[in-house]
Each structure stands twice: as C-alpha cells, then as structure tokens.
C-alpha cells in the first residue's frame, strides 16, 4: 500500500478542496507603461520655455495695480500660459482680476528684468519674445478685452493657477492680473511661467 502524497504535510484532498497552507498572495498591480509627457514637451525646445516676476506693486490712490503677461504684435511667436502665481504678503485678503485682451489696452508699464529661460545652461538661451509688464493705473471705462475670473487671495498666502498651456495669447495679445485699491492699499507680486512657439 502505497502512502498518499503530501504538500506542506497536508493530503492531497486537502489540496483538491482548495485549501492551502498559506494565505494566497494577492495580485500584483499591473506596471503602467503608459508614462505622462508633460504637454510642454513634445512642441518646444528646452530655450522656449521662461518664466519670471514682477516686482512688487503697491495699488493706491483709487488705481488698479496690474501684471501682464504681453505677447507683441509682431512677435512670430504664441506663449502658452503654463502656471500664474499671485502672492499677498499683507495681513488683508486681496481681490485680483484676470483680463484677456490686446496689450494696446496696457498702460503706464514698466517690463520686469526678472525673466529668464528656465533651461539653465553655459550657452544663454535667446530671451523671451514674451514680456512681464507691471504697474498701475486707473480701471479702463470701456477695456478692450473681458475679465474672465477673480480670484481672492488670503492674507500672507500665494494662491494661483496652472492652465498648463490651455491659455494662449497671440501676437499682440495679453493676460493681464489686476488688483483694485479697496482703501487698503494692497501689495502683491506675481510669478509667470509660459513656453513660446512659432507661428
């Protein structure tokens, strides 16, 4: 008489039951092949991707402060709008508005010197074709763009938004982040990130 066969020292009925030892390992996950590319990637070169700030603004006496992202007319290019950046290092919450429109519209601006490639390098890069410009004025009575949204930012906080390149200004164009003097005469600094293509 031959002696029945064992697994783990336990009979084979047992195996045929489906019981078995040890607690069945569960499934390892599936390995995802399919890595993310950021949408940046496939349409420019490392030199067409910049970002940079502008300085800090004060908006008073009845004046909107404001930061534009222009894009000139006779650029040749089109700047993808990557991530916008508003920070409030006051003890108030304050209200920015952001404008789409042509950059004729823009007024009394200084361009910020703060702007650079963000493909850092011992060859320079060519500069921007984009340009951050700030300053303030008085709100335009009929401007020649629309307000799209309005963000509140909270005291000594940053609050922001990234279209990842789903904003585009043309030639000729701009995004423009104002800030209106509610009496308080709030202070802010904006931040920008965008690639350029050619046309």
């Known amino acids: 008489m031959t002696n029945s066969s064992y697994y ?3 009979p084979d009925i047992y195996m045929q039951m489906g019981y078995f030892p040890f607690p069945t390992p569960p499934p390892t996950a599936p390995l995802n092949r399919n890595m993310p590319a950021p949408y940046t990637m496939p349409i420019s ?6 970002l940079g700030q502008s300085e800090k603004i004060v908006a008073q006496d009845g004046e909107h402060g404001f930061v534009s992202l222009v894009n ?12 916008w950046l508003i920070t409030n290092p006051q003890a108030c919450p304050l209200e920015a508005h952001i404008w789409f429109g042509k950059a ?31 300053g303030s ?10 307000f799209a949204s309005i963000r509140i930012v909270p005291p000594m906080a940053t609050a922001g938004e990234q279209p990842n390149g789903q904003w585009i200004i043309g030639p000729g164009m701009a995004l423009t982040i104002r800030v209106p003097d509610t009496g308080e005469q709030p202070a802010f600094y904006v931040y920008m990130n965008w690639w350029e293509h050619p046309l």
């Open 8 to 10: 783990y020292r336990l």
């Open 45 to 50: 070169d490392p030199c067409k991707h910049f």
């Open 137 to 146: 004025d008085h709100p335009p009575g009929n401007p020649d763009g629309v």
């Open 104 to 134: 004729t519209g823009i007024a009394k601006a200084k361009a910020s010197a703060q702007v650079t490639s963000g493909y850092i390098q011992l060859a320079a890069c060519p500069a921007a074709q984009g340009q951050i410009m700030y």
């Open 72 to 83: 000139p007319l006779r650029s040749g290019v089109l700047l993808y709008v990557n991530q």
